[in-house]
């Protein structure tokens, strides 16, 4: 018989791997229990609780997320603080569990994007970070079902779309 340790690092990063396919439904403790190859035992020793699992991936995420904004600002200096679209886009395509939750409009996690968001555009209201969220996260869930490549559009494009609509919602 074997054993291993499995560290709630590694239970972690499994965990958000899920979270990433399909936001946290996929955290179920017995879905991560087979990700992870080994049984529920580990995942309650090191998180107490599916809700617990549940805070500590949404944490991770969310930290991966501003730490994505603030790379994008900084790659894009001479981008305009005043329009956070590019910045959002690109911070939030590195999670498709945080633009799941978005689409299925948990309320928890959009008001944590907001909060988050707003620290690096606090000139525009939380109302326009919600509009704004919340588009780029339809747009990014639309783009990755492919329809619309047949009409060969650029993210330029959309970008351009987007930010016409945006403007006529202010």
Request: aromatic share 10%; with cysteine.
């Amino acid at each position: 018989m074997r054993t291993v340790e499995y560290s709630a690092q590694l239970i972690l990063d499994r965990s958000v791997k899920l979270f990433n396919k399909g936001g946290l439904i996929n955290l179920k403790v017995r879905t991560v229990a087979k990700a992870c190859d080994c049984s529920i035992i580990p995942i309650y020793s090191n998180y107490e609780s599916q809700q617990g699992l549940s805070k500590a991936v949404l944490r991770n995420v969310f930290s991966i997320f501003e730490k994505s904004l603030v790379d994008s600002l900084k790659s894009h200096k001479n981008a305009s603080l005043h329009d956070p679209y590019l910045h959002l886009y690109s911070a939030l395509t590195c999670s498709r569990g945080l633009i799941k939750e978005v689409i299925n409009n948990n309320k928890n996690v959009i008001d944590k994007l907001v909060r988050v968001t707003y620290k690096y555009f606090p000139n525009i209201t939380i109302l326009q970070l919600r509009e704004y969220i919340f588009l780029i996260c339809l747009t990014i869930n639309i783009k990755s079902t492919k329809v619309f490549d047949g009409f060969n559009l650029s993210d330029l494009a959309i970008s351009k779309i987007n930010k016409g609509f945006l403007k006529k919602l202010k």
